[in-house]
């Protein structure tokens, strides 16, 4: 497990973390579990992850604000999947900008995200 | 007591006027006193109460994810999902506790799509949650059940659709607008067939929130808006004319034209709009054959078509109307005849003696 991959994920929704935590362990990865955009810059600082999966909108600290911090603060070439929900097109669009590397839209198939994770990862 | 005494003392000895601004200050510190304390109370429930919900929502996380991953391909419902339904089955007995189950189940449910959200309902189902949902439409309170369709609308419940169909006249207007919100939601431009039913007026506002669930969606294959459109509820018309004009309904053609001689001029008016952007050339003899009869709004309406659909033919009406004493209608005239024949519409200017008219036919010329 120590060999595990690690992956931080941002996301506000608790239940949805947690079902991303299970099926993402469940394929060998470690999750760090973020409630917000602080948190999250806080556990990407600290553990160093090989990816980052963040939601758009979230208290304190947005998902643009954390692609931000990585790419710039940290220069850090960590690939990112970003979450969106439906209306955020242009929110994607400045994701990208910042240099995010993939995106999904909400509601998403969990299936689909570990296809995802695994092709960044590879 | 001797300082108390003196106090008596003092009041009683006081004029009427600072007895009357003590007993007030005294009311209002006993007021303010028992505010605070109330508050404080208050906040501290609303605390408690905060951390029980967090308790069970943790609870009920939990087991929603391990119900969702112990599913096994050999049964259709294993040993630990069984337990977990039969757990959730005796909380949903419990009104606070099923609030908390589904609000977690929604908070799931909408994010996530395919098979775990298939079976984030099929654990509704099982857990007789839906049951819950039914009975608030029972309730004598309005807002009870249009949250009880609202609930169905979100975790996509489409076998509630005929219990649901029984308020699509309710008197009170947020329960209809609930029930259109889970029919177009669910069933998509199949859903809209509620119109054929409709009797009640739809709002602006509600015709907005279909418009805008209904472009979600991919397929845009409209059934047939023929009978909408020769609804006897207005607003189903004026609905079903946006519909036409958005989605290009062409097909509907013969019944736009028909409703040039509908008795709302409202529906006049958006009928002459949609033939307009659907460019129906038909529709500007009609108009023009009966120009005379019509109120000021539709001639405006029919010279903004004109400005689409003009032809060489229409030269002699333009010129009839390029002094229209309504400026819209002058400027769409004078618009149309600048294309349509360039001398004409620079003679205008040269023989006209009104400044004013001149400076529209300059402005005109030069954009």
Same mark, same amino acid.
């Given at each position: 497990?120590? !060999?595990?991959?690690?992956?931080?994920?941002?996301? !506000?929704?608790?239940?949805?973390?947690?079902?991303?935590? @299970?099926?993402?362990?469940?394929?060998?990865?470690?999750?760090?579990?973020?409630?917000?955009?602080?948190?999250?810059?806080?556990?990407?600082?600290?553990?160093?992850?090989?990816?980052?999966?963040?939601?758009?909108?979230?208290?304190?600290?947005?998902?643009?604000?954390?692609?931000?911090? #990585?790419?710039?603060?940290?220069?850090?070439?960590?690939?990112?999947?970003?979450?969106?929900?439906?209306?955020?097109?242009?929110?994607?669009?400045?994701?990208?900008?910042?240099?995010?590397?993939?995106?999904?839209?909400?509601?998403?198939?969990?299936?689909?995200?570990?296809?995802?994770?695994?092709?960044?990862?590879? | 007591?001797?300082? *108390?005494?003196?106090?008596?003392?003092?009041?009683?000895?006081?004029?009427?006027?600072?007895?009357?601004?003590?007993?007030?200050?005294?009311?209002?510190?006993?007021?303010?006193?028992?505010?605070?304390?109330?508050?404080?109370?208050?906040?501290?429930?609303?605390?408690?109460?905060?951390?029980?919900?967090?308790?069970?929502?943790?609870?009920?996380?939990?087991?929603?994810?391990?119900?969702?991953?112990?599913?096994?391909?050999?049964?259709?419902?294993?040993?630990?999902?069984?337990?977990?339904? !039969?757990?959730?089955?005796?909380?949903?007995?419990?009104?606070?506790?099923?609030?908390?189950?589904?609000?977690?189940?929604?908070?799931?449910?909408?994010?996530?799509?395919?098979?775990?959200?298939?079976?984030?309902?099929?654990?509704?189902?099982?857990?007789?949650?839906?049951?819950?949902?039914?009975?608030?439409?029972?309730?004598?309170?309005? *807002?009870?059940?249009?949250?009880?369709?609202?609930?169905?609308?979100?975790?996509?419940?489409?076998?509630?659709? !005929?219990?649901?169909?029984?308020?699509?006249?309710?008197?009170?207007?947020?329960?209809?607008?609930?029930?259109?919100?889970?029919?177009?939601?669910?069933?998509?431009?199949?859903?809209?067939?509620?119109?054929?039913?409709?009797?009640?007026?739809?709002?602006?506002?509600?015709?907005?929130?279909?418009?805008? #669930?209904?472009?979600?969606?991919?397929?845009?294959?409209?059934?047939?808006?023929?009978?909408?459109?020769?609804?006897?509820?207005?607003?189903?018309?004026?609905?079903?004319?946006?519909?036409?004009?958005?989605?290009?309904?062409?097909?509907?053609?013969?019944?736009?034209?028909?409703?040039?001689?509908?008795?709302?001029?409202?529906?006049?008016?958006?009928?002459?709009?949609?033939?307009?952007?659907?460019?129906? @050339?038909?529709?500007?003899?009609?108009?023009?054959?009966?120009?005379?009869?019509?109120?000021?709004?539709?001639?405006?309406?029919?010279?903004?078509?004109?400005?689409?659909?003009?032809?060489?033919?229409?030269?002699?009406?333009?010129?009839?109307? #390029?002094?229209?004493?309504?400026?819209?209608?002058?400027?769409?005239?004078?618009?149309?005849?600048?294309?349509?024949?360039?001398?004409?519409?620079?003679?205008?200017?040269?023989?006209?003696?009104?400044?004013?008219?001149?400076?529209?036919?300059?402005?005109?010329?030069?954009?």
């Amino acid at each position: 497990m120590s !060999d595990a991959k690690k992956i931080v994920l941002a996301e !506000d929704n608790s239940t949805l973390s947690l079902l991303l935590k @299970f099926r993402l362990e469940k394929e060998g990865y470690k999750l760090l579990i973020a409630v917000d955009g602080k948190e999250a810059i806080e556990l990407i600082e600290q553990h160093d992850p090989e990816l980052i999966l963040t939601d758009i909108m979230m208290p304190f600290i947005s998902g643009l604000e954390v692609i931000s911090h #990585v790419r710039n603060k940290l220069a850090k070439q960590t690939p990112i999947i970003v979450f969106s929900a439906a209306g955020q097109e242009e929110m994607v669009l400045k994701a990208f900008n910042l240099g995010a590397n993939d995106f999904m839209g909400k509601p998403f198939s969990p299936n689909e995200l570990v296809i995802r994770v695994k092709r960044l990862l590879r | 007591m001797k300082s *108390y005494q003196y106090l008596i003392d003092y009041f009683e000895n006081s004029p009427p006027i600072i007895q009357v601004v003590w007993v007030v200050c005294c009311v209002f510190l006993v007021s303010i006193v028992s505010l605070v304390l109330y508050l404080k109370f208050l906040r501290s429930k609303l605390r408690k109460d905060e951390k029980i919900v967090a308790k069970f929502q943790k609870e009920y996380e939990s087991d929603l994810i391990s119900y969702l991953y112990a599913g096994n391909e050999e049964e259709a419902i294993s040993a630990e999902q069984q337990i977990i339904i !039969d757990k959730l089955k005796i909380c949903a007995a419990d009104e606070f506790k099923r609030r908390i189950v589904v609000s977690t189940l929604l908070r799931l449910r909408n994010e996530i799509s395919g098979e775990m959200a298939e079976a984030i309902q099929k654990l509704y189902f099982q857990s007789g949650l839906i049951t819950y949902a039914f009975k608030k439409f029972k309730s004598n309170k309005w *807002y009870v059940v249009a949250k009880g369709i609202r609930e169905l609308t979100q975790l996509q419940v489409k076998e509630a659709h !005929d219990k649901v169909m029984i308020f699509v006249n309710h008197p009170k207007k947020e329960i209809r607008k609930e029930v259109q919100l889970y029919l177009v939601t669910l069933f998509h431009f199949e859903g809209l067939k509620f119109l054929d039913l409709l009797e009640t007026p739809l709002s602006e506002w509600d015709q907005i929130q279909l418009l805008e #669930v209904l472009q979600r969606f991919d397929e845009q294959e409209i059934p047939d808006i023929n009978p909408w459109l020769k609804s006897t509820n207005d607003s189903v018309v004026a609905f079903t004319l946006k519909l036409a004009k958005i989605y290009n309904q062409f097909e509907a053609k013969d019944t736009l034209l028909e409703l040039l001689a509908h008795p709302q001029k409202k529906i006049r008016v958006e009928a002459i709009q949609v033939l307009c952007h659907l460019q129906v @050339f038909e529709a500007k003899d009609v108009l023009k054959n009966k120009f005379g009869e019509l109120s000021l709004e539709e001639q405006i309406a029919f010279f903004k078509l004109l400005e689409n659909i003009f032809e060489t033919g229409d030269e002699p009406f333009l010129l009839a109307h #390029v002094n229209h004493e309504n400026f819209e209608i002058k400027v769409s005239a004078l618009k149309v005849l600048k294309i349509l024949n360039f001398e004409k519409f620079k003679s205008l200017k040269e023989n006209s003696a009104m400044p004013e008219y001149v400076k529209i036919v300059e402005f005109i010329e030069h954009n």
